[in-house]
């Protein structure tokens, strides 16, 4: 009884020990559902691909009679099914579902808004608005919601103008429109979130500043105002008007001597998961650059492979692999690397020169997908096939999410 006693008051004083858990993208034949970190599978397996989200969220992909289909997923449940839409952001408290409308235009746009249409979901997968936009931006910051039961909304329409307003959650409906109809606006988060404001064109075309400010979740003031014209000056050249130099002769620099058993060039590592075409699989990607030998560089001795640090005069990484990758996305005091041996490989992080961790051998080439996923100290890797296509993921240890 004692013991049962502690139990829940664990519990209610711990939460975080029973509920911390990551959710994975589990593999089984070639379809993928969501599984717990033991592998249990939570959502079944009926998606030709799960792309992971940002905030505990996921798009399903499916090819239903030769058409793309995307559902979305939050918190292990399908919200939107066999949608039309290219892919899902969720901000704040709302669900943005985007269409790409001419993915080709949009690329070349650089990302061009005018090719999307987009429509606002709430988190229990309801549509609001009643309308689509070209774009819809939720004027709130990703760590810090300013406003109580409500939020303000920048939209953009297929007339090309824009609007604020302001949406009541509860409600699930426009409480105020602020303005309408701008042609332009231009945005100022300097003093967010105690204050936002915003330039806009009026009705009659006039510049109009408008200036909100917060308090205890709620907007405390707002006042509108004409707006300062911008006073930089657009001269091109010099700051005096006067036009660039022509361009020197380059020069040109002698080939720096190459240290004994180094290696001219590093290859990086990274994938490529196209957003517009969700159902192409990621790809792994290799880029090589020439090494640089005041720094760092690879250096073979005996036949193998180490990382030497030429500032230091020593190894990071001894010279005992056949291969050794560079990766990315492990922070700014971090370094990661894919080590290869015996057509095995496995994923070193280091910090300050430290291990920080290094994976369990991996029969495909494992690639480092983030840190502390889910709950802290849970590595998520993804494997790639020897075609350098996305196969499964698996956790740090070698546990792989996937089954026949």
């Not at 100290?377 to 792989?400: H, P, T, W």
């Amino acid at each position: 009884m004692k013991k049962l006693l502690l139990n829940i008051f664990l519990i209610i004083l711990f939460p975080c020990l029973t509920t911390a858990q990551a959710y994975i993208p589990y593999r089984v034949g070639n379809l993928f559902g969501i599984s717990d970190e033991q592998g249990k599978m939570i959502l079944p397996a009926k998606f030709d691909k799960i792309v992971i989200g940002y905030d505990k969220d996921f798009t399903g992909i499916s090819k239903v009679e030769n058409q793309i289909k995307t559902s979305y997923i939050l918190n292990n449940k399908v919200l939107i099914s066999n949608s039309d839409y290219t892919y899902f952001e969720k901000k704040q408290d709302f669900i943005i579902a985007i269409k790409v409308n001419d993915p080709d235009s949009y690329e070349r746009s650089n990302g061009n808004p005018d090719y999307l249409t987009q429509k606002l979901f709430n988190l229990e997968g309801q549509e609001l608005l009643g309308r689509s936009y070209q774009n819809i931006i939720v004027v709130e910051d990703q760590k810090t919601s300013f406003l109580t039961g409500s939020s303000l909304l920048l939209l953009y329409d297929r007339k090309e103008r824009y609007s604020l307003v302001l949406f009541d959650k509860k409600q699930k409906k426009i409480t105020k429109t602020y303005f309408q109809n701008s042609y332009d606006v231009d945005t100022d988060y300097d003093l967010f979130p105690k204050s936002f404001s915003i330039d806009f064109n009026d009705q009659a075309g006039t510049k109009k500043k408008l200036i909100l400010e917060f308090e205890n979740g709620k907007i405390k003031s707002e006042k509108t105002e004409a707006a300062i014209k911008n006073r930089g000056n657009n001269i091109t050249g010099s700051s005096y008007g006067m036009p660039p130099p022509p361009p020197g002769i380059p020069r040109k620099e002698p080939k720096p001597s190459i240290p004994a058993g180094a290696l001219e060039n590093l290859e990086t590592v990274t994938s490529y998961d196209y957003i517009i075409t969700p159902a192409d699989p990621e790809i792994l990607r290799f880029i090589k650059r020439a090494a640089d030998f005041k720094y760092a560089y690879l250096k073979k001795e005996n036949s193998k492979i180490g990382y030497f640090l030429a500032d230091k005069n020593t190894y990071l990484i001894p010279p005992k692999y056949d291969g050794i990758y560079l990766t990315e996305g492990h922070g700014v005091f971090y370094s990661g690397f894919v080590l290869k041996n015996n057509n095995q490989y496995q994923i070193l992080v280091t910090s300050d020169g430290k291990q920080e961790f290094i994976t369990a051998p991996f029969d495909l080439f494992p690639l480092y997908d983030g840190r502390d996923y889910g709950r802290k100290g849970f590595q998520l890797i993804k494997l790639f096939d020897k075609d350098n296509k996305f196969f499964c993921y698996a956790n740090s240890e070698g546990k792989l999410y996937y089954t026949k």
